[in-house]
């Protein structure tokens, strides 16, 4: 039988997964261009001597989120009510968009904040399914 709240639960698990893996997969296989973006983007602002150790961070934490979010899928801990790796992947998506968010709002960069601000919607949404 169709259960709309767990293909919810699913397509905000994989929704997480593609968006985090690749984003982190990016962030180490193209370090030095990211660094130097990263550089650029906060040079005028408080965290600028803090960017290497920022970008090291961040995709730690997106690989992370990535990771317990695939590991949910393949595991289809989606299915079930209650604490699971897919809930815990969608958890640590909605702290990396809240760590992104504070980059982007220190960088001055509104626009980019808002964008985040929607898929932060997308995680508080997905977690009302858990």
């Known amino acids: 039988m169709f ?6 639960r699913l397509l905000v698990t994989a929704f997480f997964a593609v968006a985090f893996l690749q984003s982190a997969i990016d962030k180490l296989v193209d370090r030095d261009s990211n660094l130097a973006y990263f550089n650029d983007h906060f040079k005028n602002s408080p965290l600028a001597d803090m960017v290497p150790l920022m970008l090291k961070v ?3 934490i997106e690989a992370t989120a990535g990771g317990l979010c695939t590991l949910g899928l393949l595991t289809f801990s989606f299915r079930h009510r209650g604490v699971g790796v897919a809930e815990l992947g969608v958890c640590v998506s909605a ?21 985040i601000a929607a ?12």
Do not use: M, W
């Open 3 to 8: 259960e709309p709240e767990l293909v919810a």
């Open 58 to 60: 961040i995709t730690a």
């Open 95 to 115: 702290f990396a968009l809240i760590c992104l968010f504070f980059g982007q709002r220190a960088a001055k960069d509104y626009a980019g904040a808002a964008v």
């Open 119 to 130: 898929y932060f919607a997308v995680a508080l949404l997905g977690l009302s399914f858990f």
